[in-house]
């Protein structure tokens, strides 16, 4: 009989949380899974891509879930600037007709539900209780403490809360932005607003950007149009994404906490304001609001990870972590993935029965050489390319196309669906990183039809 | 220049002067997202954010920035007294200046905001 209630705790049952253990339940280990909502995914505000590369190593037979049911196209996409005063230019980009299968559009409350029945599935405890504190014995983190004071232990802890993680904080391990550290109010963070419209699906369907195919899924053609821009009330990043098969549209803006404490203007007069743009209001006109969301993440800070990911008896990963990928804003595969090395150590912590850093050190290895480590430096690159080279802006904007594809795209977790070197979703994916380079951009762009490339640049006014 | 004309016609309803300054905040936020989320009631834990008013500076950026509506000024101090409306979405612990003046946390396990589905 063992000293313990568990083998293996993790705390926070979103993808990362999920798949570590699904992945831990699956070795026999003796897990518990423990989750602050009532239901998985209740408390989840984002909603976006998921990557099922990832996935599938995680639970095989994701192709057939239930919440499949919209595919954005990489066929053609638009990245957009836009200034204060609406007036915008698109770079429409054309790569002929590719699709992308493998990253679904999702609404995260029904996917991290989904997932957390797996993993009960596999035979993982779910527990609806919200950790508070560890227990710690020793320099050994031996449990956890739920509401009430009511303890519940384990020799490991794997620590996935999300991004305001309690355990990250009493582990010590926080990210830095937790500290502040002598740095600037709100600097690193970056607030999203979600507006969500139900129109019902006939309507949804009907503002054309997506269609019904053969295979029953829709295909959605301008699911990640990225708008940017930088001006009085500093940077912003937003876009819209139409679910018809769930009758919705969802307008999304996100902006830097530390514009939002400067301006002094609500997140709300953001959305306000771009709400107001007339390609916006015309399609939402009579419409009402029917909820909002609201979250943080770390956007376009690199090196935002904990300076350490492990202790005695203790992993933090994902979202907690700050792996959230500074380049695009995801996070869900680097903490999927995380959460499959966290059950490998799980395993081999219990068949060694030594749960010190002497074995969970090598946690750091595993996910710095996966392609979490990896995008991590992305962000620098794309900075050098882009001022370094200025003078020659045009090599420099095929450089930084060059540097998503090669860099990023050639992690395991895209490996698959971005085997294509030519796929657009690198470039609509560095819109928020561009949009710092504004000013150069516009020489850049009138340079792209010399660079030879199928590149369609387009100058639109208004 | 006639195109800047022509822009400033077809943008003239875009309202840039609302990036600037508090002006959708408190109540008329609070009354603007009533009944666009769902908030389960918090019994044991009703007060999971606390602002210690000898720390606070009364800047009343919680005030304006809080997504919510949460916050209000009594007596030149914020005050986190809407707590029924919280999103639990950690943004006025960023936001203030002073250390340690929010305490902040989460409320107990199966109550608090919880995404409302169509």
Not at chain 1, 48 to 68: C, E, G, K, N, Q
Request: hydrophobic share 40%.
């Amino acid at each position: 009989m063992s000293q313990y209630d568990y083998d293996v705790i993790v705390v926070g049952a979103g993808p990362g949380g999920s798949a570590c253990a699904t992945m831990c339940a699956k070795k026999g280990l003796n897990v518990a899974l423990v989750e602050r909502a009532a239901v998985p995914g209740q408390k989840n505000m984002s909603g976006s891509m998921l990557f099922l590369p990832v996935m599938r190593r995680i639970w095989p037979d994701v192709d057939d879930a239930p919440w499949l049911y919209n595919y954005p196209t990489i066929e053609g996409g638009d990245m957009g600037f836009m200034a204060d005063d609406g007036w915008s230019f698109t770079l429409g980009v054309h790569f002929g007709a590719d699709i992308i299968y493998d990253a679904p559009m999702v609404f995260r409350n029904e996917t991290d539900q989904w997932m957390a029945e797996q993993a009960v599935k596999a035979g993982a405890h779910l527990l609806c209780e919200c950790a508070r504190d560890l227990i710690i014995e020793d320099d050994f983190i031996k449990g956890i403490i739920v509401d009430d004071g009511k303890k519940i232990t384990a020799p490991l802890v794997c620590a996935c809360d999300g991004f305001n993680s309690l355990m990250a904080k009493r582990s010590g391990l926080a990210p830095v932005r937790q500290d502040r550290g002598g740095r600037g109010i709100g600097e690193g963070i970056t607030q999203a607003i979600k507006y969500c419209y139900y129109m019902g699906e006939e309507k949804v369907a009907s503002l054309g950007t997506a269609e019904k195919w053969e295979d029953g899924h829709y295909h959605d053609y301008s699911s990640m149009p990225v708008w940017s821009g930088i001006g009085e009330g500093g940077a912003w990043t937003a876009h819209a994404l139409a679910v018809p098969a769930r009758g919705l549209i969802t307008v999304a803006v996100y902006q830097h906490v530390s514009d939002l404490c400067k301006s002094k203007a609500n997140i709300h007069q953001r959305m306000a304001w771009f709400l107001s743009i007339p390609q916006n209001a015309h399609r939402l006109e009579g419409e009402e609001l029917t909820y909002f969301e609201t979250h943080l993440l770390t956007w376009e800070r690199a090196h935002a990870v904990s300076d350490k990911t492990y202790r005695n008896g203790f992993l933090l990963f994902g979202d907690a972590a700050g792996m959230i990928n500074a380049f695009d804003g995801y996070g869900a595969d680097a903490a999927m993935v995380c959460g499959i090395y966290a059950a490998e150590l799980a395993e081999e912590c219990k068949q060694k029965n030594d749960y010190s850093e002497n074995v969970l050190s090598r946690f750091e290895d595993m996910w710095k050489n996966d392609f979490i480590g990896r995008n991590e430096e992305l962000p620098f690159e794309l900075g050098r390319f882009l001022f370094e080279k200025e003078p020659d802006a045009g090599e420099g904007l095929r450089d930084v196309i060059d540097a998503c594809m090669r860099g990023k795209f050639a992690g395991d977790a895209y490996i698959d669906w971005f085997a294509d070197p030519q796929c657009i979703s690198g470039m609509l994916r560095i819109a928020p990183q561009l949009n710092r380079a504004l000013p150069m951009l516009v020489p850049m762009l009138q340079n792209i039809n010399a660079l030879g490339t199928n590149l369609l640049g387009g100058l639109i006014n208004g | 220049m006639a195109r800047a004309e022509h822009i400033k016609d077809c943008y003239s309803d875009v309202n840039v002067d609302i990036l600037k300054g508090p002006q959708l905040y408190g109540p008329k936020l609070r009354e603007m997202l009533k009944g666009k989320y769902e908030v389960i009631e918090k019994k044991k834990y009703p007060d999971h954010i606390k602002v210690n008013p000898d720390r606070c500076n009364g800047c009343g950026d919680c005030v304006y920035l809080c997504p919510c509506g949460c916050y209000e000024m009594q007596d030149g101090k914020a005050v986190w007294a809407y707590g029924g409306v919280c999103f639990e979405c950690g943004f006025c612990q960023y936001v203030c200046s002073q250390v340690h003046a929010i305490d902040w946390t989460y409320p107990e396990a199966g109550t608090g905001s919880v995404m409302k589905w169509s």
